[in-house]
Structures are given as structure tokens and as C-alpha cells.
């Protein structure tokens, strides 16, 4: 009886320990569970006016899948609803709706999609003007010496400033579609992404 009493002594703080983990793993799923619910690969969304940040880490803690994001998006507010929905186009609902469409993803090695990086840095709302105001680069079909000149500025892209991206932005994304234009395009996300041929 009293090696049972000395063995349940020790046993009690060890019972205690592991069962703690458990409670605050279960309080931080229900925390998120009101905007996000994933079960079986499926996932249901309901934001209303949540600010994108808080979105975008609910998301993450709720499904482990990351959306990365311009900067730009921290005062905007998401409002989305769908019902059970695959992990991917559950992540393109959510970029189009916070304002971007060019996005890639990244697969882990037993392919399952981990991570989303929002390509470009202005959203769907801002590039419309600046595409009406260069609608003149729209109609002209990209010149050899010009795909020259951006193939070089896509090389040299960790050097550009600012100004410069945007300008190579602008005129990839108002050229018509075309063989060169896939291949700069290519090269573009290749930059954004930090991936070497």
C-alpha cells in the first residue's frame, strides 16, 4: 500500500503536466473556430469587416497554410463567406477578396500546398488607374530592344528601386499576351520569389 501511495505521488505532477498542453491547444482552436472551421481537408470561412492581418493569421493557425501579403494591406478589412471548401481555392477566394489576383504556391515535399505569396505590389483597386493612364502602352506590342531592356531589369532586380519595379510592373502587366510576355512573366515571379534557374 505504500509503494502504491508513493508511485501515485509521482505520478500525480506528471498526469498534471500533460493535460495542460491539451486545454490551451483546444482554447486557441475554439478562439479561431468562429471565423474559420477545417475538417478533412475542407474549409469554412465567415468574416465580417475583420481587419486582413488578424484574417490572415486566423487562417494560418487554423489550416498551417501562410498567405503572404504586401504591407499595403494592414488597414483594410475582409468580409468572406464560403462552406466547405479544398484548401486551394479556399486561398484564392481569400486573395481576390482582400485585392490581389498574381499569387504563387509553394508545395512542401510531399506536395501538399503550405504556402501563398501574393505576386505584385498593388492591388486590383489601385492598378486599374494606372493602367488607364498608360493605355497607350496596352495597344503597343512589346519592341525587341524593350524585352531586352526588361529581361536586364529583371536580372538586376534586387538593385532596382522602387520606381523602376513599377515601372517594369505596369508594362508586364499591360502587354498583350504573347510568347515573350509568358517568358518575362516567368522571370518576374522567379525574382519575387527568389528562385535562381
Known amino acids: 500500500m505504500k509503494h502504491l501511495l508513493k508511485l501515485g505521488f509521482f ?8 493535460v495542460a498542453p491539451v ?7 475554439e478562439f479561431y473556430q468562429q471565423w474559420i472551421d477545417y ?23 487554423r489550416t498551417g497554410f501562410l498567405i ?20 486551394e481555392p479556399a486561398v484564392r477566394s481569400l486573395i481576390s477578396t482582400i485585392g490581389y489576383r498574381n499569387y504563387a504556391v509553394m508545395y512542401d515535399d510531399s506536395g501538399r ?4 505569396v501574393v505576386i505584385g505590389a498593388q492591388p486590383v483597386a489601385t492598378a486599374a488607374p494606372v493602367q ?8 503597343a506590342p512589346i519592341t525587341l530592344e524593350e524585352r531586352d ?3 536586364k ?6 538593385e532596382l528601386k522602387q520606381e523602376e519595379r513599377g515601372r517594369v510592373e505596369v508594362r508586364l502587366k499591360t502587354l498583350p499576351s504573347s510568347e515573350d510576355r509568358e517568358i518575362l512573366v516567368k522571370e518576374y515571379g522567379r525574382q519575387l520569389l527568389g528562385i535562381s534557374k
Open 11 to 18: 505520478l500525480a505532477p506528471l498526469a498534471m503536466a500533460s
Open 149 to 151: 531592356q526588361i529581361k
Open 153 to 158: 531589369d529583371l536580372e538586376r532586380w534586387n
Open 68 to 87: 503572404v501579403v504586401p504591407s499595403t494591406t494592414e488597414a483594410k478589412v475582409v468580409s468572406l463567406r464560403f462552406d466547405r471548401q479544398p484548401l
Open 113 to 116: 500546398p503550405h504556402r501563398a
Open 132 to 139: 488607364m493612364q498608360n493605355a497607350e502602352l496596352a495597344a
Open 39 to 61: 475538417r478533412n481537408g475542407e474549409i469554412s470561412v465567415a468574416f465580417e469587416r475583420t481587419p486582413v492581418q488578424f484574417a490572415l493569421h486566423a487562417f494560418h493557425a
Open 23 to 29: 486545454f490551451a491547444q483546444t482554447d486557441a482552436e
